[in-house]
């Protein structure tokens, strides 16, 4: 029997939302088992600009915390450049949120309290393709 290598739920189907809208950007989606806290998509901007994101899809509840792992963090952490958590959130909060992951400390602490670099799918895409 063949199982999918993608899981379906929240974040699986923000993927589909994202790539089926931001047509000018090349997505290539990773699941690692072997190395944990490899970010979601590897990403190619129409620049030829290669970054990464992580999808995060969050409920609202107290304090607005955006669930990542200490393997996620370290990570970013260690990869500061093009890298991005791209957090899907409530309508209040709008869409989406975009994150550099060189803030990932400050978005772990902080939550969705903290100032993005873009809200909203088209500003989120319009910063990636600037890379």
């Known amino acids: 029997m063949i199982t999918s290598l993608f899981r379906s739920g929240p974040e699986s189907s923000f993927y589909k939302k994202i790539k089926k809208k931001w047509k000018s950007i090349s997505f290539i989606r990773i699941e690692n088992r072997a190395l944990l806290g490899t970010p979601d998509c590897l990403c190619q901007n129409s620049r030829g600009t ?31 450049k093009n890298t991005f ?9 709008g869409t989406c949120r975009l994150y550099s992951g060189s803030r990932i400390l400050e978005l772990v ?23």
């Open 50 to 80: 290669f970054f990464t994101l992580e999808l995060k899809v969050c409920k609202v509840i107290k304090g607005y915390p955006v669930p990542l792992s200490p393997h996620q963090c370290a990570f970013h952490m260690k990869h500061k």
């Open 109 to 131: 602490a902080s939550g969705l309290k903290l100032e993005p670099l873009a809200e909203g799918l088209d500003a989120c895409a319009s910063v990636l393709e600037s890379l």
């Open 85 to 93: 958590v791209l957090v899907a959130c409530s309508p209040e909060l």
